[in-house]
C-alpha cells in the first residue's frame, strides 16, 4: 500500500514535457510526420523567438505546424517547405540561419574587430617614443645640484 501511493506522488510531483504537437496535427503517415517534425525543430516560433515552433504553444506556431505539414502532403521536399516559410517570414524564422553574404559578415564581425584592436595596440607601442636610459650626472652637475640644494 505504502508503495503504491509512494509511486503516485512520485507520479504528480514528476515534471512532465509538455509537447507542443496537438493530436489534431499529427499526419496518419509516419514517415511524413517525421520530417514534419525534423522541419519544425529548425524553425524558430516567431512569438517565442528562443523555440522552434515545434516545441512551442503559441497560436503562430500551431499554424505553422499546420503549414508545414499541409505543403508536405501537397508534396513538398523539405527544402520547399523551409524555402516557402523564409519567403513568408523572412530569414530569422530559421533557428539555424543559412550561410550567406549577411551571416558571414556577422560572423566574420568579431573576428575583424579582434584583429583590428590587435594591430592598432601593435602600432601604437611601436609609435611611442622610447626611453632612453639616463646618463649618470658628472661630477659638476652634481656640485650645482648639492648648491641649489643648500640655500
Not at 501537397?74 to 516557402?84: E, L, W
Not at 550567406?100 to 601593435?122: D, E, F, N, Q
Request: charged content about 25%.
Amino acid at each position: 500500500m505504502m508503495c503504491r501511493v509512494l509511486l503516485a506522488l512520485m507520479f504528480f510531483l514528476s515534471a512532465f514535457p509538455a509537447f507542443a504537437v496537438n493530436p489534431d496535427e499529427v499526419l496518419s503517415d509516419p514517415a511524413l510526420e517525421h520530417r514534419a517534425r525534423q522541419i519544425s525543430a529548425q524553425l524558430r516560433c516567431m512569438v517565442c523567438q528562443n523555440q522552434s515552433i515545434d516545441d512551442s504553444n503559441a497560436e503562430l506556431a500551431k499554424d505553422l505546424r499546420v503549414l508545414v505539414r499541409q505543403r508536405l502532403t501537397d508534396g513538398d521536399t523539405d527544402g520547399q517547405v523551409i524555402d516557402y516559410v523564409v519567403s513568408r517570414y523572412g530569414e530569422f524564422v530559421l533557428l539555424n540561419p543559412r550561410l550567406s553574404v549577411k551571416t558571414i559578415i556577422l560572423w566574420a564581425m568579431p573576428v575583424g574587430l579582434l584583429i583590428v584592436g590587435v594591430l592598432s595596440l601593435v602600432i601604437f607601442v611601436r609609435s611611442r617614443p622610447t626611453r632612453r636610459p639616463s646618463e649618470a650626472l658628472t661630477a659638476e652637475e652634481k656640485a650645482k645640484i648639492d648648491e641649489l640644494l643648500s640655500q
